[in-house]
């Protein structure tokens, strides 16, 4: 008895250590950690240096339009409100939909002051969005231009969207991520300014046991 469990235990170990060594079909799973700026194939999907790029590229954008100025000029120097309305993302990468959020709010709230823009969020669609703030503010429950104060309402809505055009030969995976943004007037839904930025990502295709 004694020596039929040796031998299994025995079996068992042999198997093991060829399975490490790739002799068998089965393989032990690696990762490589890659930093975001290497070069080369790297893990696919957009990184963190990706959304902290676009999130550069729309603050500047917003700098450029002085909307800020106009604004303050026109209603008794208050500053406008933006809402950040959470991403629409259509590529096969969800989580970046919150962190994109509040890294654009983030990076806003950082590089303007109180006296130039405030800020807030929405989670919704833009279209029922604007119909939602218009409600509220004619009701009385939210800010409007004409200087009552109640809950914060906004006079610009920022939105962001993501699509994606992916392909694979079986060895690489190939991404190209469109960001596309917009600032849209609350009050009278025209859009002030739309752009995009396209970022390409190439990487090793991993394969998958199960």
């Known amino acids: 008895m004694k020596m039929r469990i040796l031998l299994a235990m025995l079996f068992l170990f042999t198997f093991c250590t060829l399975a490490s060594t790739g002799a068998t079909g089965c393989r032990q799973s690696t990762r490589e950690d890659l930093k975001d700026d290497e070069v080369g194939p ?18 500047d954008k917003l ?8 604004f ?4 008794k120097g208050e500053p406008p409100i933006i809402a950040i309305i959470r991403p629409q993302n259509d590529t096969r990468f969800p989580e970046v939909t919150q962190i994109f959020q509040e890294d654009l709010l983030t990076a806003m709230m950082e590089r303007f002051t109180r006296d130039q823009y405030r800020f807030s969020q929405r989670d919704s669609d833009v279209q029922s969005a604007i119909a939602s703030e218009k409600e509220a503010k004619e009701a009385g429950e ?21 699509s994606t055009l992916s392909m694979t030969d079986g060895q690489y995976e190939d991404d190209t991520i469109l960001y596309t943004y917009e600032l ?9 300014f739309k752009g995009g930025h396209k970022i390409r990502r190439v990487s090793k295709k991993s394969a998958v046991y199960r």
């Open 42 to 59: 790297e893990s696919s999907g957009p990184y963190a240096a990706d959304l902290l790029e676009v999130t550069d590229v729309i603050v």
């Open 63 to 70: 700098k450029k339009q002085k909307i800020s100025e106009n």
């Open 72 to 75: 303050k000029a026109k209603y």
């Open 142 to 162: 939210r800010t409007d231009r004409t200087g009552r104060r109640t809950k914060l309402g906004a006079d610009y809505f920022m939105k962001a969207k993501f």
């Open 184 to 192: 849209i007037d609350t009050e009278t839904d025209e859009l002030i």
